[in-house]
């Protein structure tokens, strides 16, 4: 990126707000630094309707059999991990479903390998590799807008057919343009000019935060504010499953356990059970026909059952 275009990034100017920095106390610092980090929900509150518009994509996408795909670099590249990373343990979904590139490979989430963003040609084949289909959402995410690496990544995906989503925090850039859809979170300057690990990574992470839980809230792997596809792999979790049981259905601990038991420890299932007074098979098949949708299938399965 040429010198004078980085310039005119919003998120590489000078913040007047922490001019002498270095001259002040601890607890000035974090005051300076708390007061530009409350500016970060408004700017996100201003991108709800185009975050509201990508989730609806990705629901729709998913539901076909797509795919989430996050490209990023950096900082951006590491939240993008960790959101995909965070998918399978909270909606119980196949690792594959959401997945990340971050350029570098694995090795950049713990190291920086910043010379890799400037690369289009890496960024094309890493997305080449996931082959990327018309049922699949490719979302870039990057603060400036302008790293090569992703941009040539989504242009390669919509060239192929995916849709295409703009995670950024400044306007006009070469990253929106390639998009169906642009988020664009203007968070300003960061304490630091040009640590956009600061507000911009803030902002990316509170994004994509709603992204994947909106769509899958929409996919119906939520019951209520419920995580009811959780998935029971540690005493942590199978207590949070039982909890969730007794609140859903209102039902005793006991029968929550006992419904689990029945439903081979399979949250959604036990819940259509509850709900509709179905067996565990009947359950299963409900979930099936409704693609995962719990209230769905409970709603499914209670209209079979008045109809025998």
């Known amino acids: 990126m040429k010198q004078s275009s980085l310039r005119r990034l919003s998120t590489e100017r000078s913040n007047p707000a922490s001019a002498n920095l270095d001259t002040r106390s601890a607890l000035a610092i974090a005051r300076i630094i708390n007061r530009e980090d409350a500016k970060v929900a408004s700017a996100v509150k201003r991108a709800l309707p185009q ?17 989430l795909i996050y490209v990023g670099t950096g900082t951006s590249g590491r939240i993008a991990a960790l959101d ?22 694995p090795k950049a989430l713990g190291a920086a390998t910043e010379a890799d963003e400037d690369s289009r040609t890496l960024g094309r084949r ?10 699949d959402v490719v979302v870039g995410v990057a603060a400036s807008g ?7 990544a989504l242009e390669y995906a919509r060239a192929r057919g995916a849709k295409t989503v703009a995670v950024t925090c400044n306007r006009n850039s070469q990253l929106e343009k390639a998009a169906h859809i642009a988020i664009i979170a203007e968070v ?3 304490v ?10 803030t902002a990316q992470k509170m994004i994509l935060n709603m992204l994947t839980t909106g ?13 009811v596809n959780v998935h029971l792999k540690n005493e942590k979790l199978a207590e949070r499953g039982v909890a969730i049981l007794e609140r859903a259905a209102g039902v005793t601990r006991k029968r929550a356990r006992q419904l689990l038991t029945a439903a081979g420890n399979q949250v959604p299932v036990a819940l259509v059970m ?5 067996t565990a098979p009947r359950a299963e098949r409900d979930l099936n026909e409704s693609q995962g949708h719990v209230r769905k299938a409970i709603t499914l399965a209670i209209s079979r059952r008045k109809d025998v």
Not at 54 to 66: P, R, T
Not at 88 to 104: C, E, K, S
């Open 51 to 67: 975050i509201a518009r990508a989730i609806d994509l990705i629901a729709a996408s998913l539901s076909h059999g797509g795919r």
């Open 84 to 105: 995909a990373a965070e998918c399978p343990p909270t909606f119980d979904t196949d690792p594959d479903l959401v997945q990340y590139i971050i350029a570098g490979g």
């Open 126 to 135: 890493e997305i080449a590799r996931r082959k990327p289909r018309k049922h």
């Open 146 to 152: 302008r790293t090569p690496f992703t941009v040539a």
């Open 188 to 190: 300003g300057p960061e």
């Open 192 to 201: 630091i000019a040009g640590s956009t690990r600061m507000k911009a990574g």
């Open 215 to 227: 769509a899958m809230t929409r996919l119906g792997y939520v019951y209520g504010n419920l995580m």
């Open 274 to 278: 509850a709900k509709s007074g179905v």
